[in-house]
């Protein structure tokens, strides 16, 4: 069973998004964390309780668990095996706490023993920065290429790999153990229990209850997204204590009335109107968002009235984005004429998140990011662009025309673009178009000959 779930691009709302009193406007990439479950087989008479998990772009990137149902209905507990995983790979959270997850959700359904499994990771190459011009002339048929460096080496382009992760994880190991019928995950039901699954393990292995829009991406595709409480998963407990199995799953299929959830996750209220393209372009370099979300709210909780105003001015820049972006979608119009109220509202937020930027004493979006963009937004056919999420020095987004020559001409702006400053120089590396796109779609299935070169 193999399962992808696409990345994302927090196009407007960072920081706004972790409020349940705002919303932000989230767009699904095409670039997609797949995950293959398989049997492991053993040789005749010989019992293991293994469960081994590959990411084979990366060097020696193998970890191998052991697991165990504890006691007093406290979930299933995952134990890495000394001596037998890679050595020289630090502890993968996300991994180990997705699957603790799932096989403690998976055994409040079975009574029978858990068998071994070998679990297989790929990623869409535009999840790590690499060196090199830009890929936009690569196929789907090279679309998984050999990193060549251990996986805590590599550059994330900031694309939501580990909630990528973590959801087509999750789904995929549900899939290979449970029967048939008890998640389909081309329904709403069988969608909502991959995505509540998927955020407790999430916030979980991060240490944290997050916003979970990167989560809700990954299993819906784009979306206008508002939170769920936090008190959603703080009731849930630690994996292992008394009762947890039992919340776990309490908390997943909540068939609770009212339900316990109360995430809005809004698909059919965006879209990139026919003729524009969002794309993003990697700086080879990436940021520290807990710490720029830290420092944000503690401006935030210091000055209440400052930061409530400029919110409901940021809150209002991004509902006016999502409704051009709607108005595009049903008018039909797609000249550059018919872009310049979109590229006045993307201006307009990117005043309001520099305003934010400068008070709260946070790069949001950097003196050489500004210089990209506006370099960038001057090209024939670029409309604009954003600093996504938190900001900082992550891939930015740009919406331009769909059209071969916009792109030609922008892949190779980027190719040769140089920072003027010295100062900035060190900021930022290698600077290139990521061979990505919006992606509506969420979670889906895969053709297992897809990874016929990586299991």
């Not at 702006?413 to 061979?435: H, N, P, S, W």
């Amino acid at each position: 069973m193999a399962v992808s779930a696409p990345g994302k691009v927090l196009l407007a709302g960072g920081y706004l998004v972790v409020d349940r009193d705002y919303t932000g406007l989230v767009f699904g990439l095409d670039a997609r964390i797949h995950v293959y479950v398989q049997e492991l087989h053993t040789s005749s008479g010989v019992s293991l309780s293994e469960i081994i998990v590959r990411s084979p772009q990366f060097r020696a990137a193998e970890w191998r668990y052991g697991y165990r149902v504890t006691e007093d209905n406290g979930g299933v507990e995952v134990i890495q095996l000394a001596g037998h995983s890679s050595p020289t790979q630090p502890r993968n959270r996300f991994v180990e706490t997705a699957l603790a997850y799932s096989l403690t959700y998976i055994s409040c359904h079975t009574s029978s023993n858990i068998k071994p499994a070998s679990i297989t990771i790929v990623a869409d190459s535009d999840y790590y920065s690499r060196q090199g011009v830009s890929t936009l002339s690569t196929t789907h048929t090279n679309r998984f290429i050999d990193f060549g460096v251990p996986l805590h080496k590599a550059h994330k382009t900031g694309l939501g790999s580990s909630a990528a992760l973590v959801t087509a994880f999750v789904a995929a190991v549900l899939l290979h153990y449970l029967p048939v019928d008890t998640v389909i995950i081309d329904t709403d039901v069988g969608k909502a229990r991959v995505h509540n699954l998927a955020q407790a393990a999430h916030c979980n292995a991060q240490g944290k209850i997050g916003s979970g829009f990167d989560v809700a991406a990954a299993v819906y595709g784009s979306c206008i997204y508002r939170r769920f409480s936090p008190a959603v998963l703080e009731q849930l407990g630690e994996l292992g204590s008394a009762g947890f199995a039992k919340r776990l799953l309490v908390t997943v299929n909540d068939d609770s009335i009212p339900k316990l959830w109360d995430t809005q996750i809004k698909r059919s209220e965006i879209d990139i109107p026919k003729g524009l393209r969002l794309v993003m372009c990697d700086v080879d370099c990436g940021s520290e968002t807990p710490g720029m979300v830290k420092k944000v709210f503690a401006w935030r909780k210091e000055n209440p009235e400052e930061a409530a105003l400029l919110w409901a001015t940021l809150q209002k820049g991004n509902e006016d984005l999502a409704l051009e972006f709607r108005s595009l979608a049903t008018g039909g119009r797609t000249s550059a004429a018919s872009y310049e109220n979109l590229r006045d509202i993307i201006l307009t937020i990117r005043s309001l998140v520099r305003e934010m930027s400068e008070k709260a004493g946070v790069s949001v979006e950097p003196k050489v990011q500004t210089e990209l963009i506006d370099a960038c937004s001057e090209l024939p056919g670029v409309v604009g662009g954003l600093v996504p999420g938190a900001g900082g020095f992550d891939a930015i987004a740009l919406l331009i025309e769909d059209r071969p020559e916009t792109v030609h001409e922008l892949s190779r702006f980027l190719d040769d673009y140089k920072v003027t400053e010295e100062g900035q120089k060190a900021m930022i590396g290698k600077i290139r178009l990521l061979d990505v796109k919006q992606e509506m779609v969420g979670i889906k299935a895969e053709d297992v000959n897809l990874y016929s070169k990586w299991v």
